[in-house]
């Protein structure tokens, strides 16, 4: 006995040596790619030296001897910290996943090789200026320079996601970079997936009824505030697929997680710092690391600083020293589904305006690791690329010996966005930004701007012209062989939203709808916001002026005007009137949480119960009134539509009729859903979250999802790669936290403001910045969730133009050297 007692302590201490130097070999190994920001390097490809200073929250500054060796030192920086999010980024776009992950992408490199972005990206890099083409050239040789420092010097393959996924990492391209920001319209568009289920519900219900579950935005378009004293004298058949959305590695997502942000500007009369004031935060999905990455160029017109996207030359959102500029999405109704008649007789040709026409076709090859690759036929059309039936649900909206084409802006082979990016990054006042607009493609974005004097906001983007008699005004797919639903250009550039300098002094944006025009000027008909425009209207009429303060209190704002709107409307003839109920009954539960929802003023924080109360309330409303009449489709609405919920409860056109079950004898009314709404939502909240209503917290529900793409799901690195944090807000609030609507945790935060900008150019220096991770890409970096906690508090870091700033408290300096 004593003898196998003795061997088992060996074997358990060889086992714990064996873990913890298998341990110590994978952090060693991971360590390697780490980047030294104190190093000196000779790099080829730059004229003079370069210094790269990367400040205490490890943003770099580069200071160079021309702009094409800020450049080349820009795109070092990003390969030193997000290589493997950069190259993530060039599979996705090029359809390349599946080399890596095998058939579980093959859906999504089969989607992307039918739009054929990259390609399309390859042949625009010839429209591209003079100076956009020396930039992309010099991007690339920097990023290639490291990339060549990691193959020579040992630098652990450059990620340690590298070691898991061993793969040849090819030269950056100029391509590979217009090819990100065409990605990036793809994330932006919620076009195509809203057509698709419009499309599908109409099929389910009549008109009247499909104008209640996805109305038209019932607001007048608002972007320039009127003049303060003018408003407050006083001062106060086929099986859905949902593959493509649902896997973290795609770029496809429903509508609801479609590209959202804040942006507003004010004029220095009504500003207290006498000069104008800006505030933007673009929100995309949460991701680990965030896309945003904050970084300082010095050009040769000034220096820059703001939030740039690894695998682009460009400050995307930032500032200089006399403008500033934010995005956000414009929600123009940029694409289109086309419905192709197929030749029986011929299933290469496709029916046009004038007879039967030939596909234009080519065979793109998918290589899939651990299976045999897959030959793919692909097809386009005058109108388009062809897409697969099996893809975005596209074949449940499809007639027999018919295929769908997508018209869409982004669709160009001479897309020049990148190079009006370049020229609004450049620009030195408003009207400079908004002329260097004028060649932007897609995304579609509103540019908000604000020198030392004006500000403006400018839709940028290619808007098609269509022809006043489309048979569905690009809401519906529609037959694209009708001469009357091809698009006939693009409308000119002069023709899009502009707001200059308004008289009110107050310009912003929430992604609402901004213009009322008739169809086909009408910019869109899907807009992304009805709710938090609300809050954000009070807050600026508020004050008769403002401070860099009170725009970021704006920022941070998590009252919601829906909450307070929807649960008055659901509880109308719930409070109060329920008869006295024992402890632990369902009638006492909703007793207490009715008794809690009527004191509550709407503030989604993380610390309070009503809010879980009020989203599981309202979210259970939502399938209350549909699963009848939707049946299957109804889990495809994962989201509260807040207009859909008053418009029933208001009876507006007969909206009410959604209260009554179609398929039960008694007639129900709002009043019998709303109460037997709530108690299905306390009774979720129970079995999730606890037994004590009033002890319940929204944070743990809405909890930030940062995820690591590809390590995000695996057991032991999810927790070292993931991060997870609290929050407040919520779907409709300025501090916008979009839940995830679907699963078991269906309030979990995946979508926000991955960056936050205040400028005030009163005192440029004093401006804010932060993103909702941190700067490095790299799970061992102290820099890979440094702001993290700063973003979840509502907190900033300094944002200043002044080297010497930079210089006093910089964690490294690399110099990069011309090689002899």
Request: aromatic share 8%; hydrophobic share 40%; glycine share 6%.
């Amino acid at each position: 006995m004593a003898l196998i007692f003795r061997w088992l302590i060996w074997f358990a201490t060889a086992l714990i040596v064996l873990c913890v130097a298998n341990v110590t070999l994978a952090y060693y190994f991971a360590s390697r790619s780490l980047p030294d920001y104190d190093a000196q390097t000779d790099v080829a490809g730059i004229s003079a030296t370069i210094e790269i200073v990367r400040d205490n929250a490890n943003v770099p500054h580069i200071f160079g001897a021309n702009d094409q060796d800020v450049f080349f030192a820009l795109g070092y920086a990003h390969a030193q910290d997000r290589l493997w999010q950069m190259t993530m980024l060039r599979r996705t776009v090029q359809g390349r996943l599946s080399e890596l992950f095998g058939e579980r992408t093959l859906k999504i490199d089969e989607a992307m090789r039918r739009y054929d972005i990259y390609n399309l990206s390859v042949a625009s890099e010839k429209a591209q200026d003079e100076e956009t083409t020396a930039a992309l050239n010099a991007y690339s040789a920097g990023v290639n320079a490291w990339l060549n420092e990691v193959n020579a010097g040992a630098r652990g393959r450059g990620a340690p996601e590298m070691w898991l996924f061993s793969h040849p990492v090819s030269p950056w391209q100029p391509a590979d970079s217009i090819a990100i920001l065409k990605l990036m319209a793809l994330q932006l568009s919620p076009n195509l997936a809203n057509e698709v289920l419009r499309a599908r519900t109409s099929l389910l219900i009549d008109n009247d009824r499909l104008r209640d579950i996805m109305p038209d935005d019932p607001t007048s378009g608002i972007a320039a505030l009127p003049a303060y004293a003018s408003l407050v004298p006083d001062v106060p058949s086929f099986t859905p697929d949902t593959q493509l959305a649902s896997d973290p590695l795609s770029p496809f997502h429903p509508p609801e997680l479609a590209g959202a942000s804040n942006a507003w500007a004010a004029n220095a009369d009504r500003s207290a710092t006498g000069s104008t004031l800006l505030a933007n935060d673009p929100h995309l999905g949460l991701t680990a690391p965030t896309i945003w990455y904050l970084a300082r160029l010095e050009l040769e017109s000034g220096g820059v600083i703001g939030a740039t996207i690894p695998g682009l030359p460009l400050i995307m959102s930032g500032r200089g020293d006399s403008l500033g500029w934010g995005i956000t999405a414009a929600y123009v109704d940029d694409l289109d589904i086309m419905i192709e008649e197929v030749n029986p007789d011929n299933r290469d040709q496709y029916r046009g305006p004038d007879g039967w026409v030939p596909f234009r076709t080519r065979d793109s090859i998918v290589n899939i690791k651990d299976a045999p690759a897959v030959t793919l036929r692909l097809r386009w059309t005058a109108n388009g690329p062809v897409m697969s039936g099996n893809q975005f649900n596209l074949g449940t909206i499809t007639p027999p010996d018919h295929v769908t084409a997508i018209a869409w802006s982004a669709l160009s082979d001479r897309d020049t966005s990148i190079s009006a990016a370049m020229g609004i990054m450049r620009a030195r006042t408003v009207n400079e930004a908004i002329r260097a607009g004028e060649t932007f493609i897609a995304p579609a974005l509103n540019l908000t701007l604000a020198d030392r004097n004006r500000i403006a906001m400018k839709t940028i983007g290619a808007i098609p012209a269509r022809d006043p008699n489309h048979q569905s005004r690009g809401r519906l797919p529609s037959f694209g062989y009708l001469p009357e639903n091809r698009w006939q250009g693009r409308f000119p550039y002069s023709d899009n939203p502009i707001f200059l300098n308004p008289e009110g002094g107050i310009i912003g944006n929430t992604n609402n709808k901004t213009v009322d025009r008739d169809f086909p000027r009408h910019v869109s008909y899907l807009w992304g916001d009805t709710q938090r425009i609300n809050r954000w209207r009070r807050l600026m009429q508020a004050r008769e002026v403002h401070t860099r303060d009170s725009f970021i209190e704006a920022q941070l704002d998590t009252v919601s005007f829906t909450a307070r709107t929807l649960s008055a409307l659901m509880g109308a003839d719930l409070w109060y009137t329920g008869d006295a109920a024992p402890e632990d009954t369902p009638e006492r539960r909703r007793q207490i949480a009715l008794d809690l929802l009527s004191a509550w003023n709407g503030e989604m924080n993380e610390h309070l119960p009503e809010p879980l109360i009020y989203a599981a309330w309202v979210r259970a409303v939502q399938q209350r009134l549909i699963r009848d009449e939707l049946g299957p489709l109804s889990a495809e609405f994962t989201h509260v539509d807040p207009v859909f919920i008053e418009r029933v409860f208001r009876n507006v056109d007969g909206a009410g009729i959604w209260c009554d079950v179609i398929q039960s004898a008694p007639v129900e009314t709002c009043t019998d859903i709303a109460r037997q709404a709530l108690d299905d939502a306390l009774i979720w909240i129970t079995e999730n979250h606890g037994t004590a209503i009033e002890a319940v917290r929204w944070g743990d529900a809405h909890v930030a999802k940062h995820d690591h793409a590809v390590l995000g799901q695996t057991p032991i690195l999810n927790w070292v790669v993931n991060i997870r944090q609290s929050t407040s807000g919520g779907d409709n609030t300025l501090q916008r936290g979009k839940t995830s609507g679907v699963g078991p945790a269906p309030f979990q935060n995946v979508h926000a403001a991955g960056y936050r900008g205040v400028y005030d150019f009163a005192d440029p220096d004093s401006s804010v910045f932060v993103t909702a991770t941190g700067q490095s890409g790299h799970p061992l970096s102290r820099y890979y969730d440094n702001l993290g906690e700063l973003w979840r508090r509502g907190e900033y870091i300094p944002m200043s133009l002044d080297p010497a700033l930079a210089r006093a408290a910089a964690v490294g300096v690399t110099v990069l050297t011309p090689k002899p």
